[in-house]
Each structure stands twice: as structure tokens, then as C-alpha cells.
Antibody
Framework: QITLKETGPTLVKPTQTLTLTCTFSGFSLSSTGVGVGWIRQPPGKALEWLALIYWDEDIRLSPSLQNRLTITKDTSRNQVVLTMTNMDPVDTATYFC?????????????WGQGILVTVSS | DIQMTQSPSTLSASVGDRVTITCRASQSISNWLAWYQQKPGKAPNLLIYKASSLESGVPSRFSGSGSGTEFTLTISSLQPDDFATYYCQHYDSYPYTFGQGTKLEIK
């Protein structure tokens, strides 16, 4: 059974750096084709894809945010960490992490519950 | 970036109705399209992948079709649990963009 859970601060100040951790179980990020992605959703708005990291360290970032994003993985701890610098109130959103498997080609088939991050002074 | 445009933005329907939601891509994405259902306060739930493949555990009243730039999600007979917001997302190339969503409301 695949599960994912996002943890991190729920309130950050403008200009601060946000660090979110996705802890997962039920799969290995060292298995061929497997990836973990981050998606966010501002309150009342649509989903926005942010980043993906794959089993082979391939990393893909949203072009509009790539200067502010870093994504890393710790395979032994079953964790993926997303860092976003220079936070702004417009970054207030629920942040989700999600599993994908290139071999199955099902895209984001399992999701964490999400964590609401508010950016405010 | 490939833009995904869903229509309509809001859809009012009744239990038992057949409904169709459309998603258009700004350029061809072959069949690299997924559909998600999202309920308030919850994570999205994958319904359809590769445009027409039904995710395991999803009721058969949901179906997807299309290729290239035009895609549809059809619910053959609406059930009370189906009232939610639906999103399409392409995964043909990066960035993987989502549509703006279609809110399915009870008439």
C-alpha cells in the first residue's frame, strides 16, 4: 500500500525559505521509473505542478519557479525534500506530494493529504 | 509550455445524467493525459490515465477519450458522490500543466 505524507511549517514569513518533506512508504525511490512530484494549490484555485525527482536523480522543475526551487531525495529514509526560497504571500497554498511510475504511465496515482502553507508576516 | 483549457468551468447536472467535460491542449500531447477528481479539502484522485485507461478501483461509469489536442471525460450516469471538481493534466513534456478545473454541481 502506497502512502505519502507532507510535513513542514504551516506559517512562513515573506522572504523566508520553505522546506517541505514528503515521507512515503509502499515503494522505493530507487526502483526504475519511479518518481515523486510536488504540486500546489492556492486556496480556491487550480492545481500547479512544481517539481519531480526520479529514481535516477533526474530532476524536473517548473520553469516559472525553477530559480527558487530545489528538490532532493533520501532513498534510505524514503523522503523527498522540496525547498522554495524567497516566499511571498502569493505562494500561500496547499502543497501536495505524489507518486508516479513511468513504467505504468499512470502519472500521479497516489497523493499525500497535503499541507497548507500560509505566507504572512 | 503547453496550455490546457477545460470547458465548461462549471457544470450543473442531476443524478442520473450523462455529462461530458472537455480538455483541449495548445499543441498535440498524443495520449499523455490524466483526469483527476477533487473534493473540498482533499487531495486529487486519479480517474483516467493515458487519455482512456481507467485507474484501478475507479467506477466504470467514468470514461476518457481523445488524442492529440482534444480530450473528454464522460460520466455515464451521475451519482451523488460524483459532485466534485475535475482537472485534466498533460504529461507529454515538462512542465506538466493542469487545466483550470471544472466544478460539477448539483442542479
Amino acid at each position: 500500500q502506497i502512502t505519502l505524507k507532507e510535513t513542514g511549517p504551516t506559517l512562513v514569513k515573506p522572504t523566508q525559505t520553505l522546506t517541505l518533506t514528503c515521507t512515503f512508504s509502499g515503494f522505493s525511490l530507487s526502483s526504475t521509473g519511479v518518481g515523486v512530484g510536488w504540486i500546489r494549490q492556492p486556496p480556491g484555485k487550480a492545481l500547479e505542478w512544481l517539481a519531480l525527482i526520479y529514481w535516477d536523480e533526474d530532476i524536473r522543475l517548473s520553469p516559472s519557479l525553477q530559480n527558487r526551487l530545489t528538490i532532493t531525495k533520501d532513498t534510505s529514509r524514503n523522503q523527498v525534500v522540496l525547498t522554495m526560497t524567497n516566499m511571498d504571500p502569493v505562494d500561500t497554498a496547499t502543497y501536495f506530494c505524489s507518486h508516479r511510475d513511468d513504467i505504468l504511465a499512470a502519472n500521479f496515482d497516489f497523493w499525500g493529504q497535503g499541507i497548507l502553507v500560509t505566507v504572512s508576516s | 509550455d503547453i496550455q490546457m483549457t477545460q470547458s465548461p468551468s462549471t457544470l450543473s447536472a442531476s443524478v442520473g445524467d450523462r455529462v461530458t467535460i472537455t480538455c483541449r491542449a495548445s499543441q498535440s500531447i498524443s495520449n499523455w493525459l490524466a483526469w483527476y477528481q477533487q473534493k473540498p479539502g482533499k487531495a486529487p484522485n486519479l480517474l483516467i490515465y493515458k487519455a482512456s485507461s481507467l485507474e484501478s478501483g475507479v467506477p466504470s461509469r467514468f470514461s476518457g477519450s481523445g488524442s492529440g489536442t482534444e480530450f473528454t471525460l464522460t460520466i455515464s450516469s451521475l451519482q451523488p458522490d460524483d459532485f466534485a471538481t475535475y482537472y485534466c493534466q498533460h504529461y507529454d513534456s515538462y512542465p506538466y500543466t493542469f487545466g483550470q478545473g471544472t466544478k460539477l454541481e448539483i442542479k
